[in-house]
């Protein structure tokens, strides 16, 4: 039952490959352009410099409140659950 997540991403992965492969796109030739490699690379280093610069530093000071009042009052419980049984 825990692989079922797992399964369901590998049928859409093959479904999307044959659903590609009916249009007409072959994937080899996608993955070998050089004006998709740069434009991927110069989206990689924009979305690397935005983390960077700007999303970073909240995304941790969220990250931080959210262990703080949500995820370990949450954990206690279920420990204090486990130790009454």
Do not use: C, T
């Not at 692989?3 to 369901?8: D, L, S």
């Amino acid at each position: 039952m825990r692989n079922k997540g797992f399964i369901q991403i590998i049928i859409i992965g093959a479904l999307l490959v044959i659903i590609l492969s009916l249009l007409g796109v072959s994937l080899s030739s996608l993955f070998s352009n050089p004006i998709l490699k740069e434009n991927f690379g110069f989206l990689g280093k924009w979305l690397a410099k935005l983390w960077n610069s700007y999303l970073s530093a909240p995304f941790q000071y969220l990250w931080s409140i959210w262990v703080d009042l949500i995820w370990e009052p949450f954990l206690d419980i279920l420990k204090g659950l486990i130790k009454k049984r």
